[in-house]
């Protein structure tokens, strides 16, 4: 299987998509975690997109396709994938098809949620930075406050989920992400799944849009 997730930021795209990919043992491919990790590593690539990620604007287009290619170039990718957080603008959803050569993706699967939801599920977000593991103070709250009920580390906040920063990215969004609604539409491979609910639900929508595209 071949899918991208694409939704807001906030919309569960980590969430779902790590479940997704652990169900149909593709690897999960989140462009966020890969820069993320290359900055907090000093890495060439980090430095080049720390300040990109940092105000919440998009990494220019090359350096994200280069990261691509080399990814989905891996072995573990050749059986298929989920690509969580690209594309991100019709630029990078045109260069994920030439390098997809003749076979298409078998899946877009939009995770619709209103605005209000995400800025309040962002401003809630917790991470465990050892393991990754996801919380929400308000609706999935670990059982130890400020640690990780997986592996008992320390909890924290992505220093891009500031407010003045969610405001920008959900900006970037409405701009440059948005219109591959409409470019994955005319493609035929788009399902849309309404997102706004409880994760479980949302889970269960996704399964049986994954279902009907097998
Ligand atoms: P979210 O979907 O919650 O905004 P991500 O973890 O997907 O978060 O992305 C975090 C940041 O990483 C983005 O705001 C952007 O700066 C950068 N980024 C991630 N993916 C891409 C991409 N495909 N193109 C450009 N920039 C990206
Ligand atoms: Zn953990």
């Known amino acids: 299987m071949r899918v991208v997730l694409l ?5 569960g795209k980590g969430t779902h998509g790590k479940r997704l990919s652990e169900s149909l043992g593709v690897p999960l491919v ?3 975690d890969i820069l993320r990790q ?3 590593e000093g890495t060439a690539l980090g430095k080049s997109a720390q300040e990109h990620v940092k105000s919440g604007r998009l990494v220019p287009d090359e350096t994200v396709l280069g990261l691509i290619e080399t990814r989905l170039g891996r072995r573990d990718a050749q059986g298929g994938f989920i690509l969580d957080g ?8 045109e260069g994920l098809k030439s390098l997809l050569g003749g076979r298409p993706l078998d899946l ?3 995770l619709v949620v209103p605005t209000e939801v995400v800025v309040s599920r962002l401003r809630d977000r917790w991470l465990c930075a050892k393991c990754g593991a996801i919380y929400n103070a308000s609706t999935a709250p670990p059982k130890v406050a400020g640690r990780c009920d997986v592996c008992g580390s320390a909890l924290t906040q992505r220093t891009d989920d500031e407010p003045e920063t969610v405001r920008k990215r959900l900006e970037v969004y409405a701009r440059e992400t948005a219109p591959l609604v409409a470019y994955y539409e005319r493609e035929g491979a788009l399902r849309n799944v309404d997102a706004s609910g409880l994760a479980a639900d949302v889970y269960a ?7 009907k595209a097998a």
């Open 205 to 211: 929508a996704i399964q049986r849009s994954i279902g």
């Open 30 to 32: 989140a462009t966020g």
């Open 86 to 93: 690209f594309p991100r603008t019709v630029a990078q959803a």
């Open 7 to 11: 939704g807001p930021p906030g919309s």
């Open 38 to 40: 290359a900055i907090a």
């Open 108 to 110: 877009v699967l939009n």
